[in-house]
């Protein structure tokens, strides 16, 4: 019997948290919730809707919620994440876990954008969006129209896989990249989502810059050469150019200078910045060069390592009190 889990990471969504965990529940085995730190009544409304609940006791982030649900819930078979201010539609969840119960796909990612899909999406976020699904791509080579999907589901055996190193929003990116190191098969279904509710809690432009500049540092690990060698030797290039524009500007100033006026200066010091540049460019270069090759060497050394660490950590509560209280969950009959 295959047991699946709904993760629900919930901050501050008493108004919508019901209605989520009620829709949720018709197609899963056990709801999960997450209270990041929540200062209103989210907790207490998700126990009356029927979910199991863990709550931070200060606001951790989506990441650190995503960590301790997936750590509950590490006796599943699918984990299904759905985001808690309502905008997903909960009877959607079946075109998520059907590709992983059907062999095709160890991760699914709900997309709002596929086939063309989100017309209805406010352009500001689309823009922000698109960004974004390129930074993943840069970061992590697989090609995606939703980076920033909180709707997926994952098999059993892709939960060790995750570093869950971000603690904010930046995870949604961060694990599609884990998913793609390790090799696993993700698979897109399309979505719909609604942008009427404004459950959301934070603002999109900072939220989206934010999350743009973790990517960003995680290109910085994974993708070296593309971070570091490229801007080099465009910088070195340009260095090159132009020193040899100012040196040919120097003699040729020189030249002239020598017939009328032997005591006029000319200066050097426009080339030597261009040395200097091209310098500067080269070193950045040869960092980037080192640096891939230390990541090809982590990259063949740590994922085991990874898998066993995370494996460990889900299998121990000690520096987890919230997971304490919470039970083993019950095989109950597949309601699907």
Known sequence: MTIVTAIIPAYNEELSIGSVILGTKKYVNRVIVVDDGSADNTSEIARLAGAEVISHKTNKGKGAALKTGFMAAEDSDIIVTIDSDGQHNSDEIPKLINPILNGEADIVNGSRYLNGNGKNTPSYRRVGQKVLDRATYLSSKIKITDSQSGFRAFARHTFPVFRFKSSDFSIESEMLSDAADAGLKIMEVEIGVRYDLNGSTKNPVSHGILVLMRILNDIEFRRPLFYFTVPGMIISIAGISLGLMFFGDYVAKSTIYAGFAPSASTSLAPTMFAILLTMAGGFLA?????????????NNIVPHFNQNLNSS????????PELKSMQKPLKVKNSK
Request: net charge neutral; aromatic share 10%.
């Open 286 to 298: 040869i960092v980037g060069i080192i640096l891939h090759s230390i990541s090809r060497m982590i």
């Open 313 to 320: 950590l889900f299998k121990d509560s000690e520096h987890y």
